[in-house]
């Protein structure tokens, strides 16, 4: 099999990569080692199903969201574990001082991710060296977006902040939204905040204990909404000259369910599974093969060979090969794949490889039992949705630290408010374990039977009035990049991640759980630390939903395994030298030498894009 170009993996650089090389006309091989995911009965389609009946007729394989919004759901989303079932859609990767957890399948992180698409500050692109521009996130969201008003250039959809109620509707004179406080002029974002939109409750509640916190630490904050990649309403977009709304021919907009990072029913996330039905998988020279893991590169005259193993077509250990080869199998995925062909020496490459993993800050908490000054709930309703709707940034001693609210989606609301329970209750207590089981199994009564209790208003609660005075915090921060990732396991083959001094140690942690003590003092509640970094599973870990690194832009090959547009050192030339192996990139997040303090994706498509470009010109 040889082909013009192939891309390992399809989440964020690698759709990027794969949109790019096949507007060239160029032929394509697209590897993945997941298969597609959706929703069972898709709406929002206005002619048929144009991805079903190709999915169909090519034998993708397809597999769905997990689904019911209740606890039963936990079932459907334990089957789309990988680490219970080879082709799950999610990978719960456990280490000895963290846990990270990305996507498999077709589209990647974007799958599973909550829809945040921000820039990072500069002072934080700075402080590890990535030269990532304004002009260069310009060009990514131009790329997601659009030009205005040719909504088919368009390679993902408008970016919308969603935290409203109530959409502002699109018959609205210019005399409603004076009425408002709006001035008509400017976009609502920039107005008065208080007046300007109808918050969702959790939006709300945290943009007022970052006031009230600001005030009593000293420390400057600021709250905004974020702006995220989904349909929201926009019909008024549409005007006579320009047609410019993506949900009028989607025929479909976010419905607040609170479920983004469980596959959203109607379908109103731009995932990438989307961007490469319609950009590229359509097209003569392109071809995807999914269920086909990647095992390691070779170098060989005028380019690659990669060997991978197909259990799409049952073909087993395979070969293609092409001159330009594009990595997009994420930190864990091209760091294992660059690891393996180092050991096997049929790459030369840094000495650096596996280092500079960040965990992104990562770091989560919750609020629980919030409560308002007169001693009446203070209502979050955390598990109404998108998953984050709002930030607040700080520099707080130095670093720089982002809190946003999180949405607990509906089918593990149950499971949740029964845990706080138990984790309130009972502080670090080692007995976490059975203490879970009695209060699992103290209302097997109930699961059995289902009795209803129309006298006891605790019986039988909905899915939002058991959260309905949580908080859940979702935080990123810089952390010091130094975690590693090896080969090692059994047969020394299996990744491996650690820190030579313990990750827990870093300060940032304190200095973020003083700041989670502080927000939920202001909002009334105790705060309640994750059970893993309580240590109650076993050991004090952190849960990394944003790792970068492995795969470190460098200056040469001493300090990193790419340079700045992701071209792969070639490590066999003297220690100074800037020469790469021609035709071999890392596109993914892997490339990102250290923490961000934000949601990372905007930031790894902006320099994948930064590399495809360079790569093809
Ligand atoms: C629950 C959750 C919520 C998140 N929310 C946000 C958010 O709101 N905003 C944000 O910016 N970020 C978010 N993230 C992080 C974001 O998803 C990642 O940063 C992003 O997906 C990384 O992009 P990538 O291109 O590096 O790799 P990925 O998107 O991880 O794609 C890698 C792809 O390569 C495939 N692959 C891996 N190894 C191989 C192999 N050997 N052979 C073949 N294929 C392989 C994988 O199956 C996957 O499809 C979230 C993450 C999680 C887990
Ligand atoms: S909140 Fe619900 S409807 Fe909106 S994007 Fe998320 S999953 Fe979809």
């Known amino acids: 099999m040889a082909f013009d170009a192939i891309v390992i993996g399809t989440g964020f650089g690698g759709t990027i990569a794969a949109v790019q090389l096949a507007a060239k006309g160029k032929s394509v091989l697209l590897l993945e080692r997941g298969t597609f995911w959706r929703s069972p009965d898709p709406i929002g389609l206005n002619s048929g199903d144009p991805f079903g009946d190709w999915a169909k007729t090519n034998k993708m394989p397809v597999q769905y969201w997990p689904r019911p919004d209740h606890r039963k759901g936990l079932l459907d989303f334990a089957a789309a574990l990988r680490n219970l079932h080879k082709f799950g859609l999610y990978q719960y990767s456990t280490f000895n001082q963290a846990d990270v957890l990305t996507a498999s399948g077709v589209g990647g992180g974007s799958l599973i991710y909550s829809n945040v698409s921000i820039p990072s500050v500069k002072a934080a692109r700075d402080r590890i060296g990535l030269n990532i521009s304004d002009a260069d996130y310009a060009a990514a969201r131009l790329w997601m977006e659009g030009p205005h008003g040719d909504r088919k250039s368009a390679n993902r959809g408008w970016l919308n902040y969603v935290v409203t109620k109530i959409p502002l509707g699109k018959d609205m004179t210019a005399t409603d939204f004076v009425n408002l406080g ?78 983004c990072i469980l596959g959203c029913l109607p379908q109103a996330r731009h995932t990438l599974n989307k961007t490469l039905f319609k950009k590229v998988l359509q097209k003569p020279g392109v071809t995807l093969m999914p269920k086909c893991k990647v095992l390691q590169i070779k170098q060989k005259p005028g380019g690659y060979d990669v060997v991978f193993d197909d259990e799409f077509t049952g073909n087993g250990e395979t070969t293609a090969s092409a001159p330009k080869v594009f990595l997009a199998g994420g930190v864990l995925g091209s760091t294992e794949i660059l690891l393996r062909s180092k050991k096997r020496n049929t790459l030369p490459l840094s000495a650096a490889l596996g280092t500079k ?27 109404r949705g998108p998953i984050n709707t709002s930030h607040v940034s700080m520099n707080f001693n130095g670093r720089f630290i982002r809190i946003e609210d999180c949405a607990v989606p509906s089918m593990f609301a149950e499971f949740t408010s029964k845990a706080l329970e138990v984790l309130d209750d009972a502080g670090a207590s080692p007995n976490f374990f059975q203490l879970m089981g009695a209060a699992w199994q103290s209302n097997l009564g109930e699961h059995l039977f289902e009795v209803p209790n129309t006298v006891d208003p605790k019986n039988f609660q909905t899915e939002a009035e058991m959260l309905v005075d949580t908080f859940f915090f979702n935080v990123m921060g810089q952390d010091e990049a130094t975690g590693k990732l090896k080969l090692g396991g059994l047969d020394g083959d299996q990744l491996d991640l650690g820190w030579e001094a313990p990750i827990a140690q870093q300060k940032l942690w304190a200095d973020i759980e003083t700041m989670l003590r502080e927000f939920s003092s202001a909002m009334g509640g105790r705060f309640i630390d994750l059970p893993t970094w309580q240590g109650l599973l076993g050991k004090k870990k952190l849960v990394v939903v944003h790792p970068l690194g492995g795969c470190p832009i460098g200056s040469t090959h001493e300090d990193g395994v790419v340079d700045e547009f992701g071209q792969v050192f070639d490590a066999s030339k003297p220690a100074a030298s800037k020469a790469v192996l021609p035709g071999l990139y890392v596109v993914d997040g892997a490339a990102i030498p250290g923490a961000l303090a934000a949601n990372p994706s905007l930031t790894i498509s902006a320099q994948a894009l930064k590399s495809v470009t360079n790569a093809l010109v």
């Open 182 to 259: 709006v001035d008509p002029a400017k976009p609502p974002m920039e107005q008065d905040k208080d007046e300007a939109y109808l918050l969702l409750d959790r939006s709300r509640v945290l943009r007022m204990a970052a006031k009230q916190v600001s005030q009593k630490l000293g420390v400057p904050m600021e709250w905004n909404p974020l702006e995220l990649s989904l349909l929201e309403y926009d019909g008024y977009k549409n005007t006579a000259a320009i047609k410019d709304s993506d949900s009028v021919p989607a025929h479909t907009h976010c419905e607040r369910q609170g479920r």
């Open 357 to 383: 993993f960040s965990t992104n800050g990562d770091f989560g908490g919750f609020a629980y039992k919030t409560t308002k000054p007169d001693k009446t709930v203070l209502p979050c309703y955390t598990t």
